[in-house]
């Protein structure tokens, strides 16, 4: 089994920077890509980043030049960084991880709240 815990989320005021990161443990060999997704009140949950395990990026057109999706394998973390925030961004952001075996991203973590303040 694998384990993700978000943490780095807040308020955060209009243009502000936050870093979240995803610690991961357990079956951590098992890994292959991890994502960012996010869901705002009332909207579905949308894929913000992700990352091979190779270091392959992509990112959704809203958060492009502004976040930063990064993984540190050493310390077995994924990280998110944001800048130029704003109102818009405001959502619950989950860390997802997938394996080798399924491309579907499997383990979830538990959600961290990012709120942008205009």
């Known amino acids: 089994q694998v384990q993700l815990v978000e943490s780095g989320g807040g308020l955060v005021q209009l243009g502000g920077s936050l870093r979240l990161s995803c610690a991961v443990s357990?079956?951590?060999?098992?890994?292959?890509?991890m994502g960012w997704y996010r869901q705002a009140p009332g909207k579905q949950r949308e894929l913000v980043a992700d990352i091979t395990s190779d270091g392959s990026t992509n990112y959704a057109d809203s958060v492009k030049g502004r976040f930063t999706i990064s993984r540190d394998n050493a310390k077995n973390t994924m990280y998110l960084e944001m800048s130029a925030l704003k109102p818009e961004d405001t959502a619950v952001y989950y860390c997802a991880a997938n394996t080798i075996r399924i491309s579907k991203y499997i383990y979830w973590g538990q959600g961290t709240q990012v709120t942008v303040s205009s």
């Open positions: 357990g079956s951590i060999f098992s890994i292959n890509g």
